[in-house]
């Protein structure tokens, strides 16, 4: 430590002009103690502008200016050479959304998939997942609904990243950020409601035990309605954490979260024509059995984080995460279109039940160094991983002769016919599973001068996965070993802009995107591959506003096409190809008015089959070719502000074989805020403000979900 660093933390603290959590400002008073023994980095003191968050960000407004997921280290947004968007706290509480999908619609590059209704699933970058998926750098890759109760932020990264993350990601990954014990005091509750019956209660306490000692308590219950027909959902969590100074170069945090989601599972209206059935009529129509209907899952999930700094100055963040999932769903749903007379449509459905548990540990050592003038931040570390569950599934079977479906007039598409559910022995799976993985992984961040970075790196992961067929005991296993490389430059002509070049791959095990039945035909298939290059700039207009746009080309290699002479196997011929260009921009543009959003324009194509009627040419599914969103929010007055949101998306198709178009459409939500004391802000939202009929998102060309209409909800903020 120098004595140039020693004279500003004195004085930022003295002051008061320096915000620095408890967890630091404890490690500063073992400074006067023994001087060295943290360096500026453990510290991170920050202006008044920013206060320092969980895994290494600083966040003001609505602008994060640092981050460690892209990096594994805390690195200013500014010098990071990929397109990065984060979502902080205070916009999550502004825009009031109810899930984690529709939260991340403000993101350029990302749009919403339905996930079948009872799941998060999005689409970026062309690339449409349900898996990748992350809290604090580790997976989370159960197909579930997250809350956000507990979160501080949700970090999107765009491209290819397997150096970072391992498999998967081919478009993107999304983690999200927990709120941790820091030390501070925090007394917060939230309480909302609104139309359908939306009922909704989340509490935040935090404080000090002692000055070496802190904890904190997220909880959340909800009990809400949906704009659908029948729809309904419960939900509940707690996550308890607990910070310990041990000593001046190490800390120890705890978290447990118990997470309990029950609600009613909606696939949406079916097609006629080639676009949805009488859409602007059936908002709220559900087709199907709705006393089958139902999905759930307990999620337990205990992390422990060590973060230790050693005498050589090598810095270690371990993380240990065991977590456990029980998940199921049951739905019945439009099993095709709506004939040309318009009497007819078929109702089909299943159920599916998914157990795992995951135990990841995740292992990063940072060391600071320097060659002559040239600055290095070396990475390098391992990870090891075990999942593990079962992979079982029932066909539902309508009336006393056991029919596969049943047909329905599709202005009385409700049907209560008897339902039968039973595992078919052949298409549905029963099995059990198991996935081995370890990596080793280094990177180099080199300041070659203050205004020249490089960023490089390579990823080694071995994968053994088996999938044993609990009927014929039969078991199928791959082993593969990818080499994910990444390259980076930044060039800064001014100290505010950043110029970025980045080259990047990923890879997905043939298993697929979630982990489960393995079959002979994807034992021999090879992992797909992504490979993305792209060109960027980002810059800071002001110190409180980033503005960001980036082009790029992403190709997707090794999608599977039916063998058609060997039912069950695979032609690995298929590839996807998307170019596009996002914009973004986060903050305050002036003292009384923030921005967060954008726009992107991407070119997703198929480029190679990958089934008979998913051909060259072909537009990949949900993917407009233009999207703007933009959130803008005014300070009128101190204590009165207003909130206005725009999401305009050019028309999609439900899927890549583009038989059936999903129009575009343009949305208007509102937000109204009142400082009512010092400590209480009342709030308004209002969704679609202007009551518009559109389509929202589908899963396949007879899953579409209609738009919610106008919605308006209320929530009271207090903090004491």
């Not at 205990?302 to 230790?308: C, G």
């Not at 005014?634 to 009165?640: K, L, Q, W």
Request: contains cysteine; hydrophobic residues 35%.
């Amino acid at each position: 430590m120098t004595w140039a660093f020693e004279r500003r933390l004195a004085y930022c603290l003295l002051a008061g002009t320096c915000l620095v959590t408890p967890v630091r400002a404890q490690q500063a008073e073992w400074l006067a103690q023994d001087p060295g023994a943290v360096t500026l980095d453990q510290i991170s003191v920050e202006s008044a502008t920013g206060r320092p968050e969980p895994q290494g960000g600083v966040t003001v407004g609505y602008l994060t200016k640092q981050t460690r997921s892209a990096t594994k280290t805390a690195t200013p947004v500014l010098d990071i050479p990929q397109s990065i968007t984060v979502v902080p706290k205070e916009q999550i509480l502004d825009q009031n959304y109810q899930n984690l999908t529709e939260q991340l619609r403000f993101v350029p590059g990302l749009v919403p998939a339905q996930g079948e209704g009872n799941r998060d699933q999005v689409v970026i970058r062309g690339q449409n997942t349900s898996a990748d998926f992350y809290i604090n750098g580790i997976r989370d890759d159960v197909q579930y609904f997250r809350d956000l109760y507990n979160i501080q932020r949700i970090e999107v990264l765009k491209g290819p990243d397997s150096l970072i993350f391992g498999r998967g990601g081919g478009g993107g990954i999304i983690n999200r950020v927990l709120k941790e014990a820091d030390g501070f005091r925090v007394r917060e509750i939230v309480a909302g409601g609104g139309q359908f019956g939306d009922k909704r209660l989340a509490v935040d306490i935090g404080d000090r035990l002692s000055d070496t000692a802190f904890v904190r308590l997220n909880g959340m219950v909800e009990d809400s309605g949906t704009y659908r027909q029948f729809g309904d959902l419960r939900r509940y969590g707690i996550n308890p954490t607990a910070t310990f100074l041990i000593d001046p170069q190490t800390t120890l945090k705890l978290s447990y979260e118990f997470f309990h989601d029950d609600r009613f599972p909606d696939r949406g209206i079916p097609s006629q024509f080639g676009r949805p059935y009488r859409y602007r009529q059936n908002t709220r129509t559900f087709f199907g059995n709705p006393t089958v209907n139902h999905t759930k899952v307990d999620a337990n999930i205990a992390t422990v984080q060590l973060d230790h700094l050693f005498e050589s100055g090598v810095e270690m963040h371990s993380q240990l995460r065991i977590a456990d999932y029980d998940r199921y769903y049951v739905n019945t749903l439009p099993g095709g279109a709506v004939n040309a007379a318009g009497t007819a449509v078929t109702i089909t459905g299943y159920r599916n039940d998914t157990t795992r548990t995951n135990y990841f540990s995740q292992n990063d050592f940072t060391y600071r160094f320097s060659t002559g003038d040239v600055k290095h931040t070396l990475l390098g570390g391992f990870e090891l991983g075990y999942q593990e569950g079962t992979a079982f599934r029932q066909s539902l079977f309508f009336g006393s002769n056991l029919a596969p479906n049943i047909t329905v007039n599709p202005l009385r598409p409700l049907t209560f016919a008897p339902v039968f559910l039973r595992n078919n022995g052949t298409t549905d799976a029963n099995s059990r599973y198991d996935l081995g993985l370890a990596a080793l992984y280094a990177q180099d961040q080199v300041d070659i001068t203050d205004w020249l970075q490089l960023v490089g790196g390579l990823r080694w992961d071995h994968f053994d996965f088996s999938s044993t067929d609990r009927r014929t005991l039969v078991t199928n296993n791959r082993v593969d070993d990818p080499i994910s490389p990444r390259a980076g430059l930044v060039l800064k002509p001014l100290p505010n802009l950043a110029l970025y070049t980045s080259y990047s791959v990923s890879y997905l095990p043939s298993s697929g995107d979630q982990i489960g039945v393995f079959t002979p035909g994807l034992v021999i298939a090879k992992p797909e591959q992504f490979e993305n290059t792209e060109v960027g700039v980002k810059y800071d207009v002001n110190p409180r506003f980033q503005v960001t746009a980036a082009a790029y080309s992403l190709d997707r290699y090794n999608q599977r096409l039916a063998d058609p002479n060997n039912p069950g196997f695979f032609i690995l011929s298929g590839k996807t190809h998307t170019e596009g260009v996002e914009i973004g921009a986060n903050g305050y543009v002036t003292d009384w008015w923030q921005v967060a959003g954008g726009y992107s324009f991407t070119d997703a194509r198929i480029a190679s089959a990958t089934s008979a009627t998913i051909v060259a040419g072909n537009r990949v599914g949900l993917v407009p070719f233009n999207a703007f969103t933009l959130w803008n929010k005014f300070d009128v007055t101190p204590d009165f502000s207003v909130g206005v949101g725009v999401l305009s998306y050019a028309h999609t198709f439900a899927t890549s074989d583009n038989t059936v178009r999903l129009p575009g459409y343009t949305r208007f939500d509102l937000g109204l805020f009142y400082q009512i004391t010092e400590s209480v802000r009342a709030q308004v939202n209002i969704e679609n403000l202007f009551d518009r009929r559109y389509i929202a998102t589908a899963d396949n060309n007879n899953n579409i979900t209609p738009g919610a209409p106008r919605t308006i909800r209320a929530q009271v903020v207090a903090r004491f």
